[in-house]
């Protein structure tokens, strides 16, 4: 069969075309790609306000990403071990990253009470929580890098009971929120909380929703909240199916704004420019038959967002 010249000289220029394009893609993600993917990542909803893209650490390994934030001009991320869709629980990891490279810097291991590790937040002087569904963990930052158990470095451990779960944690520089992830539209709930249970209820009984300052209505399946520089909640809601993230009234829990995200978006947290950090599931080993493959650290400017 004979093939033209011109023919010939197209087929080249889309092939070089597409492989820049590729290429291009590839680029823009930081970090090392896990073996496992044989592809890249999927294109998803409001990709013209994403800045940057980092691969998430620990994936190979079986490590599911989940709380986010941003400390002392790194990226914290926790994750829990599980490769099976049936098992939601596992050791928990928190991984450091720097946001400039996109290079990972550390980890320190959670105790063996942690199982999912669902939200991060930073307090500033060098303190972190980290909260799992019934347990908020206190942790002295520098400590937990340093410490070959990190237990020495849990400075306190508050036991969640009742209607209290610490799905996923933010903090509004005064008092601490946790939210709780429901998948029944009417039970999901933020509850503020003061710094002072950390020294009031270290390794007590635990506390119950009788404590919170305060409640919020939130909507169904939530999975990671934040605090913007006016004082706004930015929360985020997902499944296999759907992504969302919300911007609500601090007061009221009234909905101000929504916008279409990636599927499996977990916790958020802001950096120091305004600009708003998040991670997905979608893509972990144990969620690979969903639709996405977006197991990464990403970068939002929420002003671009439509």
């Known amino acids: 069969m004979k093939i033209s010249q011109k023919k010939v000289f197209l087929g080249i220029v889309v092939f070089a075309s597409f492989s820049i394009m590729v290429s291009a893609n590839a680029a823009e993600i930081q970090g090392k790609k896990p073996r496992y993917l044989l592809s890249g990542a999927s294109s998803v909803p409001n990709e013209q306000a994403i800045l940057k893209?980092?691969?998430?650490p620990g994936l190979d390994d079986g490590y599911v990403p989940q709380g986010i934030t941003v400390a002392e001009g790194a990226i914290l991320l926790s994750s829990y071990k599980s490769t099976d869709p049936k098992q939601d629980k596992g050791p928990c990891r928190v991984f450091r990253i720097e946001p400039v490279s996109g290079n990972y810097s550390g980890y320190f291991d959670m105790p063996e009470d942690c199982g999912h590790a669902g939200g991060?937040?930073?307090?500033?002087?060098?303190a972190l929580v980290v909260s799992d569904t019934r347990r908020l963990y206190k942790v002295d930052l520098d400590k937990a890098f340093r410490e070959v158990k990190t237990d020495a470095a849990i400075q306190s451990s508050v036991k969640l009971t009742g209607e209290l779960k610490g799905s996923f944690v933010g903090f509004n520089r005064s008092d601490l929120w946790i939210g709780s992830y429901e998948k029944d539209e009417t039970k999901g709930k933020l509850h503020r909380l003061s710094l002072k249970i950390f020294d009031e209820y270290n390794r007590k009984g635990g506390i119950k929703e009788d404590k919170a300052l305060s409640i919020i209505s939130i909507p169904a399946e939530a999975q990671g909240m934040a605090f913007d520089r006016e004082g706004n909640i930015w929360l985020?809601?997902?499944?296999?199916k759907h992504g969302a993230l919300f911007k609500l009234d601090p007061k009221t829990g009234s909905i101000l704004a929504r916008f279409e995200m990636v599927i499996g978006i977990?916790?958020?947290?802001?950096?120091?420019?305004?600009?708003?950090?998040?991670?997905s599931e979608a893509g972990s080993q144990r969620w690979l038959k969903w639709a996405k493959n977006f197991p990464l650290l990403f970068q939002i400017d929420i002003a671009r967002l439509k």
């Open 53 to 56: 893209m980092i691969w998430a």
């Open 120 to 126: 991060l937040s930073n307090l500033g002087r060098g």
């Open 236 to 240: 985020t809601v997902s499944s296999s």
């Open 266 to 279: 977990e916790d958020i947290g802001f950096d120091s420019d305004g600009k708003l950090w998040s991670v």
